[in-house]
């Protein structure tokens, strides 16, 4: 009973996968702005410690180690949440990665673990998020990408943001007529670590978002008057044809 008197102001309680860098560390500060109290996972415990640090937010902020596309950490982190803050007010899928190659270059360990955490990893927090979810009438935000609209040849991470496209939509179906929201967020080119593996880097691919951007996009989203689903939101920079 201790723990849940953290929350005893009865602030939004909101859990951020792929919390410690990028996007998902933006979304944490600025929700954290926002007076939210926020739990956020990350596999690198280490790096996951210096974001929390960085963030300086106290008893506001909780740091839950582990892998987003492993059902026994994902579990652990929704019922951590609940257990430390009192509730579950939202669920962001923000963990995912890319990986060098095309489907005929590269290493199927790496496909592997990619395809894992951007498609199994979101549908994992779904699935543990949703009873909490439910007592809340609270709402989800899946992470996917303008890739997830748009075909590029031979793109395995373009195939996993399809999947999380239709993830979104088959998620909102099961789950409005119980009261809870659900947002897919589809960024354009953000200006993150995704391209420092690319020929030329940021600076070859053209105009780039900033995560904050991306991050007020997520408080936004979380922050609707209650009977309002906002279920799609693109977002690219000026620039980007595709």
Same mark, same amino acid.
């Not at 963030?55 to 652990?76: C, K, Q, Y």
């Not at 790496?110 to 894992?116: E, F, K, T």
């Given at each position: 009973?201790?723990?849940?008197?953290?929350?005893?102001?009865?602030?939004?309680?909101?859990?951020?996968?792929? &919390?410690?860098?990028?996007?998902? $560390?933006? /979304?944490?500060?600025?929700? *954290? !702005? %926002? +007076?939210?109290? #926020?739990?956020?996972? &990350?596999?690198?415990?280490?790096? $996951?410690? /210096?974001a929390?640090?960085? *963030? !300086? %937010? +106290?008893?506001? #902020?909780?740091?839950?180690?582990?892998?987003?596309?492993?059902?026994?950490a994902v579990?652990?982190?929704?019922a951590?949440?609940v257990?430390v803050?009192?509730?579950?007010?939202?669920?962001?899928?923000?963990?995912?990665?890319?990986?060098?190659?095309?489907?005929?270059?590269?290493?199927?360990?790496?496909?592997?673990?990619?395809?894992?955490?951007n498609?199994?990893?979101p549908t994992l927090?779904?699935?543990?998020?949703?009873?909490?979810?439910?007592?809340?009438?609270?709402?989800?935000?899946?992470?996917?990408?303008?890739?997830?609209f748009?075909?590029?040849?031979?793109n395995?991470?373009?195939?996993?943001k399809?999947?999380?496209?239709?993830?979104?939509?088959?998620?909102?179906m099961?789950v409005?007529?119980?009261g809870?929201?659900?947002?897919?967020?589809?960024?354009?080119?953000?200006?993150t670590?995704?391209?420092?593996?690319?020929p030329?880097?940021a600076?070859?691919?053209?105009?780039?978002?900033?995560?904050?951007?991306?991050?007020?996009?997520?408080?936004?989203?979380?922050?609707?008057?209650?009977?309002?689903?906002?279920?799609?939101?693109?977002?690219?920079p000026?620039?980007?044809?595709?």
């Amino acid at each position: 009973m201790a723990d849940r008197m953290r929350n005893g102001t009865g602030a939004p309680v909101t859990l951020v996968t792929g &919390g410690s860098s990028g996007i998902g $560390l933006e /979304a944490v500060r600025r929700l *954290l !702005e %926002a +007076g939210h109290m #926020v739990a956020m996972t &990350g596999r690198d415990e280490k790096k $996951l410690a /210096a974001a929390v640090e960085e *963030l !300086e %937010a +106290g008893e506001h #902020v909780l740091a839950l180690p582990g892998d987003a596309a492993d059902w026994a950490a994902v579990s652990h982190a929704v019922a951590e949440t609940v257990r430390v803050f009192g509730r579950l007010d939202n669920a962001v899928a923000n963990a995912g990665f890319a990986v060098p190659g095309s489907v005929e270059t590269a290493d199927p360990d790496d496909m592997r673990a990619m395809v894992l955490t951007n498609v199994l990893g979101p549908t994992l927090l779904v699935k543990a998020a949703l009873p909490e979810l439910r007592r809340t009438q609270g709402r989800i935000v899946l992470v996917g990408s303008v890739a997830g609209f748009k075909n590029t040849a031979g793109n395995l991470y373009s195939v996993t943001k399809w999947a999380v496209t239709a993830l979104a939509e088959n998620t909102r179906m099961l789950v409005t007529g119980e009261g809870v929201g659900v947002t897919l967020l589809a960024p354009g080119r953000v200006l993150t670590p995704f391209w420092d593996d690319r020929p030329g880097g940021a600076a070859a691919a053209g105009p780039m978002l900033t995560p904050d951007q991306i991050a007020d996009a997520i408080v936004w989203a979380v922050s609707q008057p209650e009977g309002v689903d906002v279920n799609t939101l693109v977002i690219r920079p000026i620039g980007q044809p595709n």
